[in-house]
C-alpha cells in the first residue's frame, strides 16, 4: 500500500519502525508500573503482593493481532497497556469515514493504548494512546488525559506542563490547539461534564513522516516521565469507605464516555478487534448511583 507520504518521499519502512516503538514503550511502562508495585508501602501493604503483568497475544482474522499486558495489583486496581499491529479492509460503511478509505478500503493501523485504575482515590487514573494509521493517506494520532477522583491543582498542572514542553518542541501552536481538542473530545454530552482534567488530543496528524512520528514518540516519553511521578506522589496515602464509595460512582463516568464516544472503541470493533483487549479500558469495579 502506497500512501501519499512515501509518495513524497517518506519513509517505506515507516510501519515496521511505528509498530517496534510502540511495543518498546509498553515495556518500559510496565516496567515503570511494577517498579510502583514493588515500591508500594501503603494499606495493606504486608497483605497484597506486588503486581505484574501478564501478556496475551491475540490473532485478527483477516490480517494481524496484538498483545494485550494487564496487571491487577496493589497500586493498580487494573492498568492496561496493549498494542496492536493490524491490516486488512474497513467494513464499507465505516470506510466512507475515514480519511483515504472511501474508495480504497484497505488500511494498515498499529497503536498503543493504556488505561490505568488506581486501587486509590488519592491516585489519579490516567489514559495515553498513539498510533499510526495508513489507508491511501498516513497519519499519526492520539493524545493523553488524567482523569482524578478528587483533583489536585498541582498534579493537574505538572501533567498540563509535562505535556506542553512536549508540544512546544514541535509548534508552540500545537499545545493550546491540542489541549483545546482534548477538552472538546474528553467530554460528556449527557452529563454536561468533562471526563476529567484534561490533557491534549491530536488526529489526522499528516505532517512528513519523520516530524510526526517524533512528535507521537515525544508524547509517549513525556507520559512516561510525568505518570509515574503522580501516582507515586499518592499511592501510599490511606483512604476512607466514603472516599471509595465517591470513587467506584466516578469510574461510572469512565465507563459511560467509554461505551458511548469513544473513537478508540469503535475503532477497535469496527475493525474487528478484540473485544477483551478493545474493552480493556474499563474499570474492574464501577457503580452509578
Sequence with gaps: MTTRNEAAGGVPDGRERARTWFEDLRNRLCDAFEALERDYAGPQADRLPPGRFERKAWDRPGGGGGVMALMRGRVFEK?????STVWGEFPPDFAKQIPGAEEDPRFWASGISLVAHPRSPHVPPAHMNT????????WFGGGADLNPIYPVA?????FHDRLKAACDAFDPEWY???RAWADEYFFIP????PRGVGGIFYDYLEEEFERGFAF???VGEAFLDIYPKLVARHMNRSWSEEERAHQLVRRGRYVEFNL???RGTRFGLMTGGNPEAVLMSLPPLVAWP
Design 79 to 83: 492498568v492496561g497497556v496493549n498494542v
Design 131 to 138: 498510533r499510526h494509521i495508513r489507508t491511501t493517506r498516513a
Design 154 to 158: 498541582e498534579d493537574t498542572k505538572a
Design 176 to 178: 493550546p490547539r491540542f
Design 190 to 193: 449527557h452529563r454536561n461534564e
Design 216 to 218: 507521537t514518540r515525544a
Design 260 to 262: 458511548l464516544y469513544d
